[in-house]
């Protein structure tokens, strides 16, 4: 067995359009599948939050962990399955007795890997300190296995730098950010080990306003007055994440790579660039 696997981290996925690329880009990878798949799906189903039909869905395509943030409890069926969803990760530093798990060890092929999901706090809701909280939670998955991944749900990027370093400190394979909807084009290892991304952007819609439609976009703007947002749906659809490659012996990630993929929705085929 290889000491060497791949890790693919997909950005938030919205609505149907993020969900018909994710399951077809997955699908057109072959032989080249990653090893392992991470995708946040807090905006998975109508744009907001994610229903359990959507969970099912995006794990038979492929995916073996999913991630979320604070748009997780936005469909109230939530918590009729979140306690037994083992691989629905909720961000950890929500209070205690909060339903969900805020890390899970998944284990694929005789592999272990460690997923982490946390809020930052700057510009966000109230929720605990992330610091102490995730050390203990590194500290714990460290006991079985030295691959582990923080998806990190924030507005700041100040903020996901600062984490990315301190917890590259404590060995982390990989720090990547979520929720902005825009991809940074700052991917990096840090201390020789931790892979990081500042926002591995999203998946869905590119025409729309980071996955929504826009003239309910702009509408909101122009007149102040609240309207719900639609899922954009133009039929030309984006993939972005991040792909690393990790040492499954140190936990260390030795190279990332930026996805940025684009594709076009037809009835006959699936026309791919990027």
Not at 20 to 31: F, G, T
Request: aromatic residues 8%; contains cysteine; negative net charge.
């Amino acid at each position: 067995m290889t000491n060497k696997i791949t890790v693919m981290f997909l950005g938030d996925i919205v609505g149907r359009p993020g969900r018909w690329a994710v399951k077809n880009y997955i699908a057109s990878l072959k032989e080249n599948k990653p090893d392992f798949i991470i995708a946040n799906a807090e905006n998975a189903s109508h744009g907001f939050g994610l229903t359990r039909k959507n969970y099912n869905e995006l794990l038979e395509c492929g995916i073996d962990c999913l991630t979320s943030g604070n748009h997780i409890w936005d469909k109230r069926e939530i918590f009729e399955y979140i306690d037994e969803a083992d691989k629905l990760i909720r961000p950890i530093n929500y209070p205690g007795g909060t339903r969900g798990k805020g890390y899970g060890i998944i284990e694929k092929n005789g592999l272990k890997i460690g997923v982490i999901n946390v809020l930052g706090r700057t510009f966000m809701g109230l929720v605990d300190s992330p610091w102490e909280i995730l050390q203990n939670a590194v500290n714990e998955i460290k006991e079985e296995t030295p691959v582990i991944i923080i998806d990190i749900h924030a507005e700041a990027s100040a903020e996901k730098i600062c984490m990315a370093k301190y917890f590259a400190k404590m060995g982390v394979t990989g720090i990547f950010g979520t929720h902005t909807h825009v991809q940074t084009a700052d991917e990096r290892i840090y201390e020789n080990c931790c892979g990081y991304i500042t926002d591995a952007g999203f998946c869905g819609d590119s025409e729309g306003v980071i996955g929504m439609e826009y003239e309910t976009s702009v509408k909101r703007l122009l007149t102040s007055i609240p309207e719900r947002l639609e899922v954009a749906a133009s039929g030309k659809n984006q993939i972005n994440g991040v792909i690393v490659t990790v040492d499954v012996l140190t936990g260390k990630t030795e190279a990332i790579k930026r996805i940025n993929v684009q594709m076009n929705v037809s009835e006959e085929n699936i026309i791919m660039k990027g």
